[in-house]
């Protein structure tokens, strides 16, 4: 985004004023009065002075013009200026003996009028003075309704017109759109900021040419890569997507990998609603298509507006729940199947949520949801805690440690505070660092590798073992693997899936063994259901299974009978 000193001058910075006047005696008059407060520059007629204006067209900060000149006259030139975009926004005070004329150029735009002969110098000043702060205070609001980087609203005067536009056109039928960029931080990362401006800009002329053309509408940026589009109601298809995400210059790397977007549409709006909360419907159903590489286009329909209810009452119902003891930890057991008979070795901590009007609910529905509302580090500071007490009452009661896993969200790991937390509850509970492990997923390093990698380091000098969840669903480099600071893979569940479906195939897990082996951890396998995946598995060379083959995840009560049953 351009430095907003590269458009305004620094406050103490002389401004440039442009005297235009053929006569040599009237422009150093007007210099005289000027040039202690201003730059000066002359032209001796029209034709220079458009030259000047051409040139220095972003620095000018006032013309003053003569309105009779030989060639081109003041009147014209001043059509000119204020026919040409680039440069309206430079103010004009016109200078002439013919008072007749003072109106026809305040109705062409002039902003001022000096009469000649000139008056008192000190007028003259004053006046100058007083209409280059009018046009700068106007320039800096303008300026302000503008995303500088692409030219299109900003967020705020979008919300604002598109109110006003609404009042203007009662009965026409319109649509709140969100369309952002996937992936995008990735492009910023790889190509670098100024490549990632240039594909924001292109993004930005292809809403202007495809979605806004004939007005039919107002577009905004919001955060780095949303955009905000407000327009007449339209159907929309993938061809309108290619098009809003064509356009990238040929030789770009990414015009190869090509840019996907996803477009939330809330179609046909309702008026009477809040006209940010109709963008928020847009953004849910934008958010629909978030997790794939592909474009997409999702509409709020009835069935998302179930459902964003159901989240809204989930959400809304959270605090008391926690209060409630409404969420349970449940177990599930991990074994070694390196032994001749499999042997219990530990337990991963999975949190259930017994709503007492919606039953009982996964914590696939409700994890991503505290994920991307901020609660989710709350609900894993009582899930952490309570799965230590466990470990402690159970070695209380049968004598023998059955270390518990816990799960770590993405966002705890941004935490300062993450090791300082996992300390205090181990030492709350009279255990060391080995009895207490980690879950860490594999996207979760892909993210922000390097600031994650440091803290997982972290943790692992003060001797916790750290498990790389869900293995093989990220996008880890072999690069980064090698550098790895973990203890152990655990396995995505959909290898086993695929493995033992259709034609079966165990290349993928038999690789990740491999690697496992390269790096000198032991293999997790989990969502292990079946006496054939078992024994494929051992066979493999894979260490530890969870999955429903042994148990499914199950209150601690119940899970004390794998306990005895071991010993
Ligand atoms: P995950 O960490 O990958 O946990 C494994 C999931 O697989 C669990 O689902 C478990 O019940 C399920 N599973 C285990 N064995 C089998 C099997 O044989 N077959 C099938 N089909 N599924 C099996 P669950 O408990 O529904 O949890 C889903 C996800 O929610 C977890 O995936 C984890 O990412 C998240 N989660 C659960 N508890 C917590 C928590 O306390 N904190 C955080 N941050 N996330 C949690
Ligand atoms: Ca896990
Ligand atoms: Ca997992």
């Not at 000018?60 to 014209?76: K, Q, R, Y």
């Not at 349970?328 to 017994?354: F, G, H, M, N």
Request: charged share 30%; net charge negative.
């Amino acid at each position: 985004m351009p430095d907003s000193s590269e458009t305004y001058n620094p406050v103490n910075a002389k401004r440039t004023i442009l005297v235009v006047d053929d006569e040599m005696i009237n422009r150093e008059i007007l210099c005289q009065i000027l040039k202690d407060k201003y730059e000066v520059i002359q032209a001796a007629d029209g034709t220079a002075a458009l030259d000047i204006i051409t040139d220095r067209c972003d620095d000018l900060s006032l013309v003053l013009l003569d309105l009779l000149m030989p060639g081109v006259s003041g009147l014209e030139l001043l059509k000119r200026i204020r026919n040409t975009k680039e440069f309206r926004q430079i103010p004009i005070i016109v200078m002439t003996s013919d008072s007749e004329s003072e109106v026809d150029c305040l109705r062409m735009g002039a902003a001022d009028f000096i009469s000649k002969p000139y008056p008192q110098p000190e007028v003259i000043l004053a006046r100058v003075e007083r209409t280059v702060e009018l046009y700068e205070d106007r320039k800096l609001i303008s300026s302000t309704e503008k995303d500088n980087l692409t030219g299109l609203y900003n967020r705020e005067y979008f919300f604002r017109y598109a109110e006003e536009h609404d009042k203007h056109h009662k009965k026409l039928s319109m649509d709140a759109i969100l369309l952002n960029i996937n992936h995008f931080h990735v492009i910023n990362e790889r190509h670098g900021k100024e490549y990632g401006n240039l594909v924001l800009c292109c993004v930005a002329d292809n809403i202007r040419k495809v979605l806004l053309r004939g007005s039919r509408g107002l577009a905004c940026r919001t955060e780095a890569d949303t955009f905000l589009i407000y327009c007449r109601h339209g159907q929309y298809d993938m061809e309108l997507l290619d098009k809003l995400s064509g356009g990238l210059p040929e030789d770009s790397e990414v015009a190869g990998n090509r840019l996907r977007l996803r477009m939330g549409v809330y179609s046909d709006v309702d008026k009477t609603m809040d006209i940010e909360r109709r963008f928020d419907r847009a953004k849910i159903a934008a958010d629909q298509g978030r997790n794939t590489y592909e474009q997409t286009i999702s509409y709020y329909d009835t069935k998302l507006h179930a459902s964003h209810l159901y989240a809204e009452q989930l959400l809304e119902d959270f605090q008391e729940a926690l209060k409630q003891g409404q969420f349970q930890v449940y177990y599930q057991p991990k074994y070694d199947i390196r032994p001749e008979t499999p042997v219990l070795a530990s337990a991963e901590a999975l949190i259930r949520w017994k709503h007492p009007k919606l039953g009982m609910i996964s914590p696939g529905v409700f994890i991503p949801l505290l994920e991307d509302n901020g609660l989710i580090q709350q609900l894993d500071r009582y899930v952490w805690r309570e799965a230590a007490a466990q470990v402690r009452r159970w070695k209380e009661k049968f004598g023998v440690t059955v270390p518990v896993s816990v799960n770590v969200s993405r966002i705890d790991m941004h935490d300062p505070d993450l090791i300082h937390i996992f300390k205090t509850i181990i030492e709350e509970n009279g255990l060391s660092t080995t009895e207490y492990h980690l879950e860490i997923t594999e996207s979760a390093y892909t993210d922000n590798s390097i600031g994650i990698i440091d803290t997982v380091k972290q943790l692992r000098v003060f001797g916790f073992s750290v498990e790389m969840d869900d293995f093989g669903s990220g996008y880890s480099s072999l690069n980064m693997l090698s550098t790895l600071p973990i203890d152990a893979l655990k396995l995505d569940m959909k290898f086993i899936r695929t493995a033992f479906t259709g034609r079966k195939d165990t290349h993928m897990i038999e690789l990740i063994i491999d690697i496992a082996a390269y790096l000198k951890v032991p293999v997790i396998a989990e969502g292990v259901e079946t006496e054939e995946q078992l024994t494929t598995l051992k066979k493999l060379g894979c260490d530890y299974v969870q999955g429903y083959y042994f148990s499914r995840p199950v209150p601690p009560e119940e899970f004390e009978s794998f306990i005895t049953a071991g010993r």
